[in-house]
């Protein structure tokens, strides 16, 4: 996601009694996101067995109180490990509101940043990077199937990444679906955290306007075309209100985020224009959301 929107904290950054277990591919961005959590104020604990979190919950609030925050990285060295974390998660039995966020990307980019690196993965055993990724996919695929978030960092740099994790967990709001609306162009393939995916490419493009080409979807010309195609508002009248619904059943159900991906060819016109329009709406019925555009200015 290229284009992050604007910050918008509350006064208080880091949220209060919130556990964050930060996990995903070597290489995605872990530790990234945990020196951006101590900057929101988060007690963070790098590369920590998932055996111990018990004991640093209770260190934590024998020295701060239970209303410091905590957010504590795991990575796949911890092996057998991994499943007593899903069960402390799963049965609650840490006494704080817990949220495991995954972090990936594709093998493409891992590859270029363990090499960069000039670090060998955990998991290589003397063999190709490749095969390290191929065995970490696996030894993590229950953890990401359970992640409240998934956050594909492929096309993020480490600046971008930072004001996604000060977006997602820099605010109190911690009760609150957070619905990031994701204009995409399916040229350049469908976003991998995607929980929706909606086709623009039944409206009109305004690339074919000579007037509009060279403008996109945030500018006004080209959003009042874009909507007052036939079909535009009969979409948005059924669209919106089906995300506010599966958002009250993501909020019964404790997932706390939703990312709807809006794509059309190229991700500049028709996606980016109903994604705000989108976004927009959902924050009208009190839905806190915002608009973020993948591939704007890719072209």
Not at 38 to 59: I, K, Q, S, T
Not at 83 to 92: A, F, K, N
Not at 173 to 184: A, E, G, P, W
Request: aromatic fraction near 6%.
């Amino acid at each position: 996601m290229e284009q992050a929107g604007a910050l918008s904290l509350d006064d208080e950054t880091a949220r209060s009694g919130e556990l964050v277990v930060v996990t995903g591919m070597t290489g995605a961005g872990r530790s990234t996101a945990a020196k951006e959590l101590e900057d929101l104020g988060y007690f963070v604990v790098d590369n920590l067995p998932p055996a111990l979190l018990p004991d640093v919950v209770r260190m934590v609030d024998d020295l701060h109180g239970s209303d410091m925050s905590i957010a504590v990285v795991v990575d796949v060295r911890s092996g057998s490990f991994f499943d007593s974390l899903r069960e402390m998660l799963t049965h609650g039995s840490l006494a704080r509101r817990a949220t495991l966020l995954f972090l990936e990307a594709n093998d493409d980019v891992l590859v270029r940043r363990q090499e960069a690196a000039r670090r060998p993965h955990p998991l290589q055993a003397g063999g190709r990077l490749l095969d390290g990724l191929r065995r970490e996919r696996q030894a993590l695929a229950d953890l990401r199937g359970d992640a409240d978030l998934v956050l594909d960092t492929t096309n993020l740099n480490p600046h971008q990444l930072t004001a996604r994790i000060a977006q997602e967990f820099g605010t109190v709001r911690t009760t609150s679906l957070k619905v990031t609306v994701v204009s995409f162009g399916f040229k350049y393939g469908i976003p991998v955290d995607a929980d929706y995916v909606a086709d623009m490419r039944f409206l009109p493009n305004p690339f074919w306007v000579p007037a509009l080409r060279p403008h996109n979807g945030t500018d006004q010309p080209v959003a009042d075309y874009v909507k007052s195609r036939e079909g535009a508002e009969e979409f948005l009248e059924r669209f919106v209100p089906l995300l506010r619904g599966v958002g009250e059943g993501y909020l019964r159900e404790g997932k706390r985020f939703m990312t709807v991906a809006i794509g059309c060819t190229g991700g500049k016109h028709r996606s980016v224009a109903m994604a705000e329009e989108v976004s927009g709406r959902l924050r009208d019925l009190g839905v806190d959301a915002r608009a973020d555009h993948r591939d704007l200015g890719r072209e």
